[in-house]
């Protein structure tokens, strides 16, 4: 198995582009049903690459399936998807900046796609089949993230995209630990409250209280999967809950199940369970 982590990307697309993620397993020996993953909702907008076998999209509440393309946006997650792995599951994921998707869909709201994935190729131009292409007839991990870094050099540059004070205030509410006021970040924005409140949904999909709720339990659950040692209780005050019950709250909204369930079906996943081989 193939896993790297948060690669940095060049110095031209760090204002865009957060990090990128790949990973490539083959399952060929996995039943279909050990192949689930969950997906609860983060506070990350991303495209994602999946050169070689489809995945299934499955809303664990409805149990809805959905095919991948090759290439899909991904919005505002705002319920917890299970992704069914493909036999050859390669899996490169660009995280955004935020407020950058919105830009680079030529200032389409996010409200449009919220908890639904969709088909990357036609909301983008042609040089993206082209990219999706590219990547499937190659087998150097190197070369599909150049591949993947020259097409959004040339996309954000034709785009004219740029980075605002608005772009800056979102950052601060999605990794601040400590509760900001509407009209502080609005100030930061360089905006009136409403008019802040207004953009901000069209960039992010949501209200800025709701994505602040998304945010800290993203942050509360990607810090125990970083420090399994740490208790629940130390990881909600850390992340900036009232107390445990108020993170439990979040978790049976956001994941579905409890904090622990979560971890363990996390865990038991195959691209964490079968690295282990």
């Known amino acids: 198995m ?6 940095i990307p060049q110095p031209a697309l760090r204002p865009f582009i957060k990090d990128y993620l790949l990973i490539h397993v083959k399952l060929n020996h996995v039943s279909i049903e050990n192949r689930i993953k969950p997906i609860p909702p983060d506070a990350d907008q991303s495209i994602f690459f999946y ?4 995945v299934t999209a499955i809303t664990n509440s409805t149990k809805e399936s959905r095919a991948s393309a090759p290439s899909v946006f991904v919005g505002q997650q705002t319920t917890r998807v ?4 493909g036999i050859d599951h390669l899996i490169i ?18 409200t449009e796609f919220n908890g639904i994935e969709i088909d990357a190729e036609f ?10 292409n590219k990547l499937s007839e190659t087998n150097n991990y190197n070369k599909m993230i150049d591949l993947i870094e020259a ?13 605002l004070p608005i772009d800056k205030a979102i950052s601060h509410l999605k990794n601040s630990d400590q509760s900001v006021s509407l009209s502080w970040l609005a100030d930061q924005a360089c905006l009136s409250t409403r008019q802040f409140e207004r953009n901000f949904i069209y960039q992010m999909g949501m209200s800025p209280k709701f994505y602040a709720r998304i945010a800290r339990f993203d942050r509360a659950f990607k810090l125990k999967q970083a420090k399994t040692e740490m208790s629940w209780q130390h990881i909600a005050y850390s992340c900036g809950y009232y107390d445990f019950s108020h993170l439990m709250k979040d978790f049976n909204q956001f994941a579905e199940v409890t904090p622990s369930m979560l971890l363990v079906e996390d865990i038991e ?7 282990r081989l």
């Open 2 to 7: 193939i896993f790297l982590p948060n690669i």
């Open 51 to 54: 050169p070689r076998s489809p």
């Open 82 to 85: 299970n992704i069914q792995f």
């Open 93 to 110: 994921q660009v995280r955004f900046q935020p407020g950058v998707l919105y830009k680079l869909l030529g200032r389409m709201p996010i």
């Open 123 to 132: 909301l983008s131009d042609y040089e993206l089949k082209v990219l999706n």
């Open 151 to 163: 097409y959004f050099l040339k996309r954000i540059g034709k785009l004219k995209i740029e980075i």
């Open 269 to 275: 996943a195959p691209d964490k369970k079968f690295s």
